[in-house]
Every structure is written in structure tokens, then in C-alpha cells.
């Protein structure tokens, strides 16, 4: 069983930035997946970013087209986290942001194919 917290969140105005933070504890296999996903109130939870996680013999990440150039996922497999750095923020990046984790060595973008998920920190982006 793996278990994920989330931090980092916090409300900024548009074009700052914010780093979030998934720490992972638990047993997990040795080459997993580790994503983040947001929804916003009345929306449904969507894919932001995802990344190979632990001993890969390769690491890549995916994106949603929505944040690419904007956002950077990347690990430090020694604190066992992994980061989603969010630059030029704007008010529709707005929503809860949730950690989750699979043991698929594939990087998906399906909300179903993930395991393990953390309770979501909430981003805030005023105009």
C-alpha cells in the first residue's frame, strides 16, 4: 500500500508561481508512474502532468496541452516526492490538485488507471 501527501498550495495572482510537493511512503514497485491531476469546483478531475518514478532504466513525463511550457514535473527519488512546478499561473489553473500514483511503468493521462491517490491541496489564482 502506498500513501500520498500533498503540499504547497496557496493563492497567488496570475503570472506568479507555485511549487507542489507529493511525498510517497509505502511499498511500491521498483519502476511505477507518479501524476497530478486537478478539478475545479463543479468540474470533473482532469489530468495536469505525470512522470516514471523510482529505479526506470528511462524517465520521460507527458502533459496536458493546457500547461505545457508552463508546468514541470520531476522527482528526487532519495526524498521519495515528486514536484509540480507551476509558472505563469492564470485564474483557470484554479482547482484542487491531486497526487497519484500507479504501479503502470506506461505513463497514463486515465484518471482510472491510477491507484493510489493523496487528499489534494488547493490552488487559488486570482486575476
Known amino acids: 500500500q502506498v500513501q500520498l501527501a500533498e503540499s504547497g498550495g496557496g493563492l497567488v495572482q496570475a503570472g506568479d508561481s507555485l511549487r507542489l510537493s507529493c511525498v510517497a511512503s509505502?511499498?511500491?514497485?521498483?519502476?511505477?508512474?507518479m501524476g497530478w491531476f486537478r478539478q475545479a469546483p463543479g468540474k470533473e478531475r482532469v489530468f495536469v502532468a505525470a512522470?516514471?518514478?523510482?529505479?526506470?532504466?528511462?524517465?520521460?513525463?507527458d502533459y496536458a496541452d493546457s500547461v505545457k511550457g508552463r508546468f514541470t514535473i520531476y522527482r528526487n527519488n532519495a526524498k521519495n516526492t515528486v514536484y509540480l512546478q507551476m509558472n505563469s499561473l492564470k485564474p483557470e489553473d484554479t482547482a484542487v490538485y491531486y497526487c497519484?500514483?500507479?504501479?503502470?511503468?506506461?505513463?497514463?493521462?486515465?484518471?482510472?488507471?491510477?491507484?493510489?491517490w493523496g487528499q489534494g491541496t488547493q490552488v487559488t489564482v486570482s486575476s
Open positions: 497519484a500514483g500507479t504501479q503502470r511503468r506506461t505513463i497514463t493521462q486515465y484518471r482510472s488507471d491510477y491507484d493510489y
Open positions: 509505502g511499498r511500491a514497485a521498483s519502476c511505477n508512474t
Open positions: 512522470t516514471r518514478w523510482g529505479s526506470c532504466s528511462t524517465y520521460y513525463s
